[in-house]
């Protein structure tokens, strides 16, 4: 996308249309004391939005609703912005988003793949409709943008009223940005000049290794800091009084990618700490909420303000900013944080109204039967039992990619294959099977590929995976609260590994944990090879896995895995957990099994 002054600044969102100066009551000028201009405005932000309209988890196809009573979606978020604008003035608020929009609830799903928006004559993305309805102002791209493919990113930029900004997203070729870096904003005061706010758009480098397939000789995503260090100086040269970052990274500054990414992937942070001129960071991606962190900037000695709204609409961030008139200039006097939690008001009924349709469709989508099962499956204990759900998973991954390397170079080799625990709350029901119970599995748009590892690095593999678990020592009580996901580690970035036998004696350190190792009932042979099924962001690099990433591909497929689980069990017509559940792995303290 070639960029130039229309593109730069056309976009760019122009909050206000006016307010009247106030006139000047009491005694002359000359007898009182000179009063500084001052100007209060809000700066609400979203991020991680991942295609939640409504409160509505199409996988359960229910009210969405967790242990803590969180409520999602953008119907309940635009509420919470009326009451906002009301409160502050609606010329005295903005509205941004930092990534991670289009992907993620079967509704986002429905209108990439199913009735795409890229289509001929298609229809325009509900997020899309839903965000200029509201009135967003501008977004940061987020890394699962581009999971559909940048057709698809091109046709909901298109349908968007408000710029997608990415600063750190450029033209492989050119090395210019692919998207517009920064809107700039003006805010009408009572008191002379316009507040000119300036928003700088980042994005994940990730997006690099994520979605290679998609993005590979097209664009490439350097560091947050570099890029940040390149725009916020012209940001200021421009005339910004007010700099504020929407950036599609976590405040952590670790990276789940290990050394595949040669840039930090969390570095909000550090952008805030490393490069000076910047107010305010509307953090993302990390799916954390942290509704006020400050962080000093090490060359102005300026606190930087930070903060992360929950994802999926969970949250609103407000910025509020006080600015005074000083040697000619607006000057960022005051800024704090906080959130609004939107379970605490009902869903827009505009936004009901105007998406009710694509709503209505996606729901008769998700519930098409597409056979049957002979017993009920959960994966309320997967994290810690080797279930059959997971099972069903790995199956179905495993005879794929059998099948994909029949009467080629490595069809002699046994295949094996990683799954996670997505969801604690996915089933299979015994009975009629749907679209969104086969899909509930598997909630991510990752697609499948065949590397080739040793068995040596496979023990490795296993052996990284067995961090998730708390070291208990033996004897001790063991409550399943408690026992998983130590050091941080999201059950994303546990896999079982199916097609192995193995124990995980969690009494034992990470590190030295999985023993009695042994395919089809013998020891694990260390130069052994064997083909793993895995999901491109493990193959890609992410959680930092050992070996995978460097291993040879023998085969790679682009359709999602949620779509070939989907036409298996379509294909298969009953799902038979007789056929490919076995409990091959088990958590043990010194020989003894923990459950």
């Not at 249309?17 to 000359?30: F, K, Y």
């Not at 099962?373 to 069903?392: F, G, H, Q």
């Not at 399943?480 to 580690?489: C, F, M, Y």
Request: aromatic residues 8%; charged residues 20%; negative net charge.
């Amino acid at each position: 996308m070639p960029l130039n002054r229309r593109t730069f600044l056309g976009s760019s969102a122009v909050a206000g249309a006016g307010v009247a100066i106030a006139g000047t009551v009491g005694a002359p000028a000359a007898a009182a004391a000179p009063r500084a201009k001052r100007y209060s405005f809000t700066v609400m932000g979203t991020t991680d939005l991942h295609g939640n309209v409504f409160n509505w988890d199409y996988f359960t196809d229910r009210e969405f609703d967790d242990k803590a009573h969180n409520d999602v979606g953008l119907a309940k978020i635009s509420t919470l912005v009326e009451r906002v604008r009301e409160e502050k003035g609606r010329r005295n608020t903005l509205l941004i988003d930092a990534g991670d929009t289009i992907q993620g609830t079967q509704l986002s799903y429905y209108y990439a793949k199913v009735d795409p928006i890229t289509a001929e004559s298609g229809p325009v993305h509900p997020m899309a409709q839903a965000m200029n309805a509201i009135g967003y102002d501008a977004a940061a791209l987020g890394n699962h943008e581009f999971n559909y493919g940048i057709p698809v990113l091109r046709k909901f930029q298109e349908q968007c009223d408000f710029p997608l900004l990415g600063a750190n997203a450029l033209d492989a070729k050119t090395l210019l940005p692919a998207f517009p870096p920064y809107s700039m904003h003006r805010l009408r005061t009572p008191c002379g000049r316009d507040v000119r706010v300036a928003v700088l758009g980042l994005t994940n480098p990730g997006i690099a290794i994520w979605d290679k397939a998609n993005v590979s000789g097209r664009m490439v995503f350097p560091g947050l800091e570099e890029q940040a260090a390149k725009w916020v100086p012209r940001l200021r040269s421009m005339g910004a009084d007010v700099v504020i970052v929407s950036a599609h990274s976590g405040s952590s500054g670790t990276s789940s990618y290990g050394d595949q990414l040669p840039y930090i992937e969390n570095a909000a942070a550090l952008v805030a700490e490393q490069v000076p001129g910047i107010d305010a960071i509307l953090v993302g991606h990390a799916h954390t909420e942290i509704p006020e962190y400050r962080v000093r900037n090490k060359e102005t000695g300026k606190d930087v303000v930070l903060s992360e709204p929950l994802k999926w609409g969970q949250r609103l961030t407000l910025f509020d900013f006080d600015v005074v008139w000083s040697k000619g200039r607006w000057v960022v006097e005051k800024v704090g944080a906080s959130v609004l939690n939107s379970n605490t008001v009902e869903e827009d009924p505009g936004i009901v109204k105007l998406l009710g349709d694509e709503h209505e469709k996606v729901v008769a989508y998700v519930n098409q039967v597409i056979g049957t099962s002979t017993a009920a499956m959960s994966t309320a204990e997967a994290p810690w039992k080797d279930e059959p759900i997971i099972d069903l998973i790995n199956h179905v991954q495993a005879e794929t990619v059998k099948a994909a390397l029949a009467g080629g170079a490595y069809a002699s080799l046994p295949v094996l294959s990683q799954a996670s625990c997505f969801s604690r709350t996915a089933r299979i029901p015994a009975g009629e099977v749907t679209i969104r119970d086969a899909a509930g599995l598997y909630p991510f748009e990752n697609t499948l590929e065949a590397r080739l590892l040793t068995g040596a690095q496979l023990k490795d593999y296993l052996e990284f995976s067995a961090r998730y678990y708390a070291q208990t020592p033996a004897g001790a009580p063991v409550d399943p609260a408690k026992l998983t996901n130590a050091g941080g580690t999201p059950d994303y970035n546990y896999d079982a590994v199916y097609g192995l036998s193995y124990e995980i004696d969690i009494a034992r350190p990470a590190g030295s944990r999985i023993v009695n190792l042994s395919f089809q009932g013998k020891p694990l042979d260390p130069a052994a090879q064997f083909v793993l099924a895995v999901n491109n962001y493990r193959a890609s690099g992410g959680g930092a896995f050992p070996h995978v990433a460097a291993a040879k591909q023998v085969w790679a497929n682009s359709d999602e895995i949620r779509n070939t689980i989907i036409q298996w069990v379509k294909a298969q017509g009953t799902v038979d957990p007789g056929r490919f559940a076995s409990v091959d792995w088990k958590l043990t303290r010194d020989g003894v099994p923990v459950f």
